[in-house]
């Protein structure tokens, strides 16, 4: 390992093997280290652009706007199978249903069929019901198959349970979530919004892209700024002031959080210019892992998924389209994206749906009432302090990969003794 903190060519801290194994941890499908499945984040290194439903080279398209590009990967998964999108009324999943509804519709093919899970009403907090019928309406889409959820959903309840005994532990935690829409989505390619939250948010180095960009005047600290953004990138992770620093993760020991503060400095840190840290962030790890996870969940039912801002040519199309400042904010790019297509209201839309409490219910909190501590690293986790971190009113989501470490251990070793 290097002072940074990052690892050396070739080298890797030590990970989890395959649940048949003496310490009965998670098959290497998981593919993070110890240190990432306890703080619930993949951080080294970058992995491969996904699979798609459709052929990445008629994805592109004459037309090089991303605009354009996305309604060609949308197309191309068209001409394979009639569509669905997992739509929960947030910004991501409402750009590609409309997308998708104005691509089927020059086809001449069947509309999308929107897919949306619908949580108990007691739970306010995963409740987005008017944001979908606002879209729906907007669009004219009537193709709305809901898919009424609730305990099953579970951390360790029996969609979590299925993979997990088939395939380990997946990141992201929650990815079992959508196996019940690929069920509903039944002959169908699901399209995801994997990759919007990441690639058309504000970058990093905003202020200075606004700079170069010409759309602001420049200020004292800006010559900070420059002098940073020439510095090699492990450089400014360790000097460059972060405002909202992570904050110690309760349950990990001390050296396991001064560990994982420097990888983490050096593995969040973007390039400056926006095309390439727009490139950057759809290649990083914690963007195309739950590609892979939920193309192993499809394969698993015979069914087939897509995430279109996540194909090679779309990344490619923004990352050029936005000159040297990119957008604004989320809303300018959603605007440029689909500002003909979606209501103003939701392309504005601030607040995002929170599903804690749906995660870490019943079944996660009587499995943490009873752990006994094992299929985690003592080196890296206090126990106790984990405990406690599951059993909160509002549990860290951030402590649910290692949750379901511990239950794939107990459960491994409870069949190990039975035979």
């Known amino acids: 390992m290097r002072r940074d903190g990052t690892m050396r060519k070739g080298e890797r801290e030590e990970g989890y093997h395959g649940a048949g194994g003496e310490d009965g941890h998670p098959p290497p499908s998981c593919q993070l280290s110890a240190l990432e499945l306890s703080c619930g984040f993949p951080f080294d290194g970058h992995q491969a652009s996904p699979r798609l439903c459709g052929e990445r080279g008629a994805a592109r ?9 996305l309604a060609a990967a949308i197309a191309a998964s068209a001409a394979r199978a009639p569509l669905a999108v997992a739509f929960s009324g947030g910004r991501d999943s409402s750009l590609l249903l409309a997308v998708a509804a104005s691509v089927c519709q020059q086809l001449g093919a069947e509309p999308p069929l929107a897919v949306t899970l619908q949580f108990e009403r007691w739970r306010q ?58 069920e509903a989505a039944s002959g169908r390619c699901l399209l995801v919004g994997l990759g919007g939250d990441e690639l058309l948010g504000p970058a990093q180095w905003w202020h200075l892209q606004q700079l170069l960009g010409g759309r602001r005047v420049p200020e004292a600290r800006d010559a900070l700024r420059l002098a940073a953004a020439g510095l090699p990138r492990w450089v400014r992770a360790r000097i460059r002031r972060r405002d909202g620093e992570l904050e110690p993760l309760p349950w990990l020991r001390p050296e396991a959080n001064r560990q994982l503060t420097r990888r983490l400095r050096v593995a969040l840190e973007e ?108 080196r890296l986790v206090d126990s106790e302090a984990l405990r406690r971190a599951w059993l909160a009113p509002f549990p860290d989501f951030r402590a649910a990969l290692l949750l379901q470490a511990a239950w794939l251990h107990e459960h491994t070793q409870a069949e190990a003794l039975a035979r």
């Open 125 to 182: 907090e995963a409740d987005e019901r008017k944001w979908q019928e606002l879209v729906l309406e907007h669009l004219r889409l009537r193709a709305w198959r809901r898919v009424a959820v609730g305990p099953e959903l579970d951390l360790v309840g029996p969609y979590a349970r299925r993979h997990l005994l088939r395939d380990g532990v997946l990141f992201p935690a929650n990815a079992h979530t959508l196996a019940p829409v690929l």
């Open 271 to 378: 390039p400056v210019r926006w095309g390439q840290a727009i490139r950057h962030l759809a290649s990083r790890a914690d963007v195309a892992l739950p590609v892979r996870s939920l193309e192993r969940l499809a394969e698993r039912v015979g069914a087939t998924v897509a995430a279109p801002l996540l194909e090679p040519g779309f990344v490619e199309a923004l990352a050029r389209s936005g000159g040297a400042a990119g957008w604004r904010t989320r809303a300018e790019a959603m605007s440029a994206l689909a500002g003909d297509l979606l209501p103003g209201k939701l392309l504005a839309r601030r607040d995002k749906a929170r599903f804690n409490r749906v995660l870490f219910g019943a079944e996660s909190r009587a499995f943490a009432a009873r752990w006994r501590g094992g299929g985690v690293d003592a």
């Open 61 to 69: 398209g004459d037309d090089s706007s991303p605009r354009a590009t």
